[in-house]
Nanobody
Framework: QVRLAESGGGSVQPGGSLRLSCEVS?????????????MGWFRQAPGQGRERVAF??????RPSRDYTQGRFSISKDAKNTLYLQMNSLKPEDTAMYYC???????????????????WGQGTQVTVSS
């Protein structure tokens, strides 16, 4: 079974930076290697729905769609730990950030929250002065 665990959230002033991490436990999902999974990040602010942030293909490439005006960057390392580098943070970036995975897809890795069956517990990001 694949599990996701986020870390790296916290409080930061506007204009600051944070790097979120998502560690993956489990190496396969019904025979599929975790290194081939679509992965990404969603966020949810209080009283709002879950919002797309960034996605990454199974081969580590990034889909062309950018939901953060170039301020955030998604990547993963050889251990399949997923990262979200967040720069030029704004108060409106305040939210719970969730790491997600779809073990059944390797490409075209965007989508809605319901397209991702595996979720972490989330890490809180607060941007305020």
């Amino acid at each position: 079974q694949v599990r996701l665990a986020e870390s790296g959230g916290g409080s930061v002033q506007p204009g600051g930076s944070l790097r979120l991490s998502c560690e993956v436990s489990g190496t396969t999902y019904y025979g599929r290697s975790v290194s081939n999974f679509c992965m990404g990040w969603f966020r949810q602010a209080p009283g709002q729905g879950r919002e797309r942030v960034a996605f990454i293909e199974g081969d580590g490439s990034r889909p062309s769609r950018d939901y953060t005006q170039g301020r955030f960057s998604i990547s993963k390392d050889a251990k399949n730990t997923l990262y979200l580098q967040m720069n030029s943070l704004k108060p409106e970036d305040t939210a719970m950030y969730y790491c997600v995975a779809d073990p059944l897809r390797s490409t075209n890795c965007g989508g809605k929250p319901g397209d991702f069956p595996v979720w972490g517990q989330g890490t809180q990001v607060t941007v305020s002065s």
